[in-house]
């Protein structure tokens, strides 16, 4: 079945870094739009960014633009982000989805959390 499993989330000190992946299976990885997303308790869920299936093109929120980079690996299925000069404003529960026409497919998120 369908499944997307995310990795990499803990906590870390305000400035540090921390890179999360999402494992995918059951579907042909290569051909779905991957992005990432998060929420913060009591806030919606907000897009943060997107890759194209190729790995041609990349879009970022403005909160993250310059600090965090979208990657992924077709070969193992894999998309990852890269998390860099992280702040307290970044704690949230971080999610990958996967996204080819009307199918949408979200793992079930790691936490991730900035504190001193």
């Known amino acids: 079945q369908v499944q997307l499993v995310e990795s990499g989330g803990g906590l870390v000190q305000p400035g540090g870094s921390l890179r999360l992946s999402c494992a995918a299976s059951g579907f042909t990885f290569s051909e779905y739009v991957m992005s990432w997303y998060r929420q913060a308790p009591g806030k919606e869920r907000e897009w943060i960014t997107t890759i194209t299936k190729t790995n041609g093109s990349t879009n970022y929120a403005d909160s993250v633009k310059g600090r965090f980079t979208i990657t992924r690996h077709n070969a193992k299925n894999t998309v990852y982000l890269q998390m860099n000069s992280l702040k307290p404003e970044d704690t949230a529960v971080y999610y990958c989805?996967?996204?080819?026409?009307?199918?949408?497919?979200w793992g079930q998120g790691t936490q991730v959390t900035v504190s001193s």
């Open positions: 989805k996967a996204t080819k026409t009307r199918f949408n497919y």
